[in-house]
């Protein structure tokens, strides 16, 4: 239980709402800002404007998953009002205060450090990155089905990288029937592809393996699908990049080509906001309880 203890939740979309079951059933003292259109009440929470919410007596604070814009405005999607947080007024709260948010920007990085409050970037854990990769994959299969007329069964995949979302991919795919080749860098993956019962290149090698490709997923946050790789592919290739912005496509010789190539951010928001929220509101749960309970035991 986390009784007593006072938290923020400051913004974010539907994600946000079992992150705020969960706190409301575990017994925190809960103030949401941003959240005043939102008809359903959380017993055990109540709403507050920004303006009024009182930073010294915050034990947390709970930021949406994008954290904040590089100009500190928090998204508010369940409210018209801006909500901007600055250093002045994160410097207000306690100093054990800390924040959760799911990634951060030059702008959060440099108020929280500025402010000396602990930033906890919830999308840097493994957990949380391995259980995203699930809605990730349902999201990338919906965008493989709404846009080819081909089956995924037995159509040749490329999925570029092997961490945590291309393992996903690459054994789902494989799963459902597709022929899955997986290109990474690193000779342990190369090992990890091949003991997954997959085909494996290494990445140098990508303009070789895509001349009948007709998928190509990739997960790598850097530029490797090139305009010389698109260039090998067949016409009828798509290509979905996971990979997060600004992907790792030349969508610009994609178009030119007339290869549909599409950044497909956000997927488990999107697809699953219910479980995205549930995953999140987990692992805060988990953490918030160890930071309780490690001032308990030293007030
Ligand atoms: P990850 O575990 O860090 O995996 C990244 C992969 O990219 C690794 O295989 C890594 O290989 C490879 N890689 C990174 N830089 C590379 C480079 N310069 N050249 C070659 N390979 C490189 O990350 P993840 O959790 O799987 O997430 C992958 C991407 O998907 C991220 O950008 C993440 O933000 C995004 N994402 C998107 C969605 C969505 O809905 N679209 C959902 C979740 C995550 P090494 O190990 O050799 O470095």
Not at 143 to 151: E, K, L, R, V
Not at 173 to 189: M, P
Not at 190 to 218: C, Q, S, W
Request: overall charge negative.
């Amino acid at each position: 239980m986390l009784t007593g203890m006072h938290i923020a939740c400051i913004g974010g979309d539907a994600r946000q709402l079992e992150i705020i079951r969960k706190l409301t059933e575990l017994d925190a003292k809960l103030v949401l800002v941003g959240f005043e259109q939102l008809d359903h009440a959380f017993t055990g929470a109540v709403k507050e404007e920004f303006e009024d919410l009182d930073p010294s007596q915050l034990d947390a604070i709970i930021l949406p998953v994008p954290g904040t814009s590089l100009e500190g405005q928090v998204e508010t999607i369940f409210s018209n009002k801006k909500v901007q947080l600055t250093e002045k007024w994160l410097s207000q709260t306690p100093s054990h205060c800390v924040i959760y948010s799911g990634i951060s920007n030059s702008y959060l990085d440099h108020i929280t450090s500025q402010a000396n409050r602990k930033l906890v970037q919830l999308f840097e854990r493994d957990d949380v990155a391995i259980y995203n990769s699930i809605p990730t994959v349902e999201g990338t299969i919906m965008m493989a089905i709404q846009h080819t007329d081909f089956t995924i069964h037995g159509s040749n995949v490329v999925v570029l990288g092997l961490g945590r979302v291309g393992m996903s991919v690459a054994r789902v795919f494989h799963h459902l029937g597709s022929k899955v080749k997986v290109g990474a860098r690193r000779s342990e993956h190369i090992a990890r592809i091949t003991e997954m019962g997959l085909y494996p290149f290494y990445l140098h090698d990508l303009e070789k393996e895509v001349h009948d490709v007709d998928i190509v997923i990739n997960t790598i946050p850097h530029l490797v699908v090139t305009a010389s790789v698109i260039a090998k592919m067949p016409s009828h290739t798509l290509i979905i990049d996971l990979a997060s912005k600004p992907g790792g496509t030349d969508f610009r010789y994609a178009e030119k080509r007339g290869i549909k190539a599409l950044l497909a951010p956000g997927l488990p928001g999107i697809v699953a906001p219910k479980t995205a929220g549930k995953i999140l509101a987990t692992v805060i749960a988990k953490l918030l309880y160890e930071e309780y309970s490690q001032r308990k035991e030293n007030p």
